[in-house]
């Protein structure tokens, strides 16, 4: 599955379209928002409370001009719901990105 995040003057659209993950093994390929770094990313799934619920860390490459994160997932053991999604360069403070919601 891939996922497209968008630059930070348009973080709000992450919001109007939320993000629909099925529960088990996942292989994510998250589009990071242009000029992007390649390096490693920490990626995090958190509750409403705040809670973080998954984290992954994984390395980012660009090619063919896309900063690519690829991040193997299991959300298996989640409950279905809505959560928040966090993708944070290492080393540097991160923010949420968007607004998950995991299949019953």
Aim: proline letters at 4%.
């Amino acid at each position: 599955m891939t996922i497209e995040l968008p630059s930070k003057g348009r973080a709000g659209d992450v919001a109007d379209r939320p993000i629909v993950l099925s529960r088990g093994r996942l292989l994510l390929e998250i589009r990071l928002p242009i000029g992007s770094a390649d390096g490693k990313y920490n990626f995090l799934i958190v509750n409403k409370s705040k809670k973080v619920h998954k984290t992954a860390e994984a390395t980012a490459r660009t090619e063919d001009h896309v900063t690519r994160l690829k991040v193997a997932l299991d959300t298996s053991g989640l409950f279905p719901g809505d959560y928040t999604l966090g993708v944070m360069e290492q080393g540097l403070d991160g923010s949420t990105n968007g607004l998950v919601n995991l299949l019953r």
